[in-house]
């Protein structure tokens, strides 16, 4: 039976083994898809890797709807109201009017 230093030096061996194989692999893989690539011309977009659909997914921000008449701040009406609206029951009077 070997003893636990020779099965960790083993052990170490075979993770650097599997390290090595694993590198050569992936190095052969993407070896072969830049030749699928260039064979057949694909680009980003069909690979799903376009940027302008990232892009559109992001949110603009809200068009104001309140704005306070004394300080010109301006909130949305999402989220949590200002300080300038808390406790107003009536908040007409501070809607926009477009």
Sequence with gaps: MA????????LE?????????????VEQAIADIKEKIAEY??????L???TPRAASARKKPLPARYMNPKTGETWSGRGRAPGWLTGVKNRD???IKE
Excluded: C, M, P
């Design 3 to 10: 003893s636990y230093k020779q099965l960790t030096a083993q």
């Design 13 to 25: 061996k075979l993770h650097k083994e599997v390290a090595a194989a694993r590198e050569k692999e």
């Design 41 to 46: 011309d694909i680009t980003a977009e069909e």
């Design 48 to 50: 799903g890797f376009s």
């Design 93 to 95: 009077r501070f809607l």
